[in-house]
């Protein structure tokens, strides 16, 4: 069974994670070729290690690599005014929103270690977050088109994105991962066209926002980091 290092990383720059996500990448990529060179020479190979970090950040969007910057609303003047940060990044996805009271993690995982299909991957971590929210009495459902998690028209609301995922991959090594609205502030996703969806039918939400309450970000971590673990079969070290 493999292991996986757990950090919560607290508040933290978006700028500073990304860093942070790179070098932790590089690190499992160089691992796991020295293993490689050492399995040639019929030498052991080194264990992997994988780690699952969870933060928040400062206010800031994130672009991805198939997005547009047409889908950001705001100028740089207003940018800096309202006190946020922009990034073009290179996971996949379009425009994402991330701030204070949204639990953002980033896997990085060796999925040599576990199944190399990008799909299954993207599937495993909307299962974790679905789980998540069964345990506060919500569905979370997923819709073919699009990723992420989302809950279902009812009640006069249309269907809502809870759950944002974009992920990236080299040597089959994972980068990003998932923004998992708890307590958000909503309005913030005013200034942007969410994931390119601009779908009257379409909104986002919180789990803040479906429940009535603010929720413990720090009950929301213990119980998402245990599903994580439940859908990959691994433990922590």
């Known amino acids: 069974m493999q292991k996986v290092i757990y950090q919560d990383l607290g508040i933290i720059d978006y700028e500073e994670a990304w ?18 060179n050492l399995i040639s020479s019929g030498i052991d190979p080194l264990p992997q290690s994988h780690f699952l970090l969870f933060c928040e950040h400062p206010p800031v969007f994130t672009l991805g690599k198939s997005g547009s910057v047409d889908h950001l609303l705001l100028d740089e003047e207003n940018l800096q005014a309202k006190g946020f940060t922009f ?3 290179n996971r996949g996805g ?30 495993a971590l909307e299962d974790a977050v679905i789980r998540l929210l069964a345990d506060y009495g ?21 269907q809502r994105k809870i759950c944002a995922i974009g992920v990236h991959l080299s040597r089959w090594v994972t980068m990003h991962g998932f923004a998992l609205n708890v307590n958000t502030d909503l ?28 929720i413990p970000l720090q009950e929301v ?11 990959f079969g691994y433990k922590y070290a």
């Open 19 to 36: 860093n942070l996500q790179r070098q932790l990448h590089k690190s499992l990529v160089d691992n796991k070729l020295e293993s490689r």
């Open 87 to 89: 990034f073009k990044i």
């Open 94 to 123: 379009d425009i994402t929103y991330h701030g204070p009271g949204q639990l953002v993690g980033y896997p990085i995982f060796d999925l040599d270690c576990f199944f190399t299909d990008v799909h299954r991957y993207v599937r």
């Open 138 to 158: 919500l569905t979370g459902v997923r819709i073919k088109e699009y990723t992420g998690v989302w809950l279902d028209a009812a009640n006069g609301k249309p």
């Open 187 to 214: 309005t913030h996703f005013d200034f942007i066209i969410p994931c390119g969806i601009s779908d009257a039918d379409k909104a986002v939400t919180s789990l803040a926002a479906e429940l009535g309450k603010d």
């Open 221 to 231: 971590k213990s119980t998402l980091k245990s599903h994580f673990a439940e859908v």
